[in-house]
């Protein structure tokens, strides 16, 4: 099966083009997106299961609210070499491996694409996120200890 950070790729990749419905297949295992119009009249997401369990069917409208963004931070998105850092997954921001620990970035500070800028801990699990681009970290979105959604930007990074 795909890991979280291949699915959130593929979503986003799907988000961003004119493709209305995707389907991906292997083994006994089936996931199905589809984008819907914006009245909210949206066919279900499914994920199916041979062997398994019955069908899943979800609510395909998922809300979530994106932040309230500073003139600041719209202003940098804007340019084209700022990358976007963003939480993989449901938890709580950590800036540092514990509380007496240095933070792993601060603004400033070069990154390459494997440096760890953060933690998120989901489920007592603390998962390690990594910048995901070169370049220098212009921007921290969000305060240690705030709990964090699937997508929401935490770092900013100019990449050139």
């Given amino acids: 099966m795909l890991k979280i950070q291949e699915i959130r790729e593929i979503i986003k990749l799907i988000d961003e083009s004119s493709i209305e419905k995707f389907t991906y297949k292997v083994d006994d295992a089936k996931i199905i997106l589809e984008k819907g ?9 499914q ?5 398994a369990a019955p069908v899943v069917q979800a609510p395909s409208v998922v809300e979530v609210e994106k932040p309230v963004q500073s003139e600041t931070t719209a ?13 993989p997954m449901v938890g709580t921001f950590y800036e540092a491996s514990s509380p007496e620990a240095d933070p792993y970035v601060k603004v400033g500070d070069k990154v390459s694409e494997e440096s760890i800028v953060c933690i998120v801990e989901a489920m007592k699990l603390f998962n390690e996120i990594e910048a995901e681009a070169s370049g220098e970290i212009v921007e921290i979105l969000v305060k240690d200890g705030q ?3 699937y997508g929401q930007p935490l770092f900013l990074v100019k990449t050139k």
């Fill in 147 to 149: 709990l964090v959604e």
């Fill in 37 to 45: 119009n914006t009245n909210q009249n949206v066919a279900p997401v």
């Fill in 47 to 51: 994920v199916e299961q041979r062997n």
């Fill in 75 to 87: 202003q940098v998105e804007l340019d084209e070499s700022v990358y976007e850092v963003t939480s």
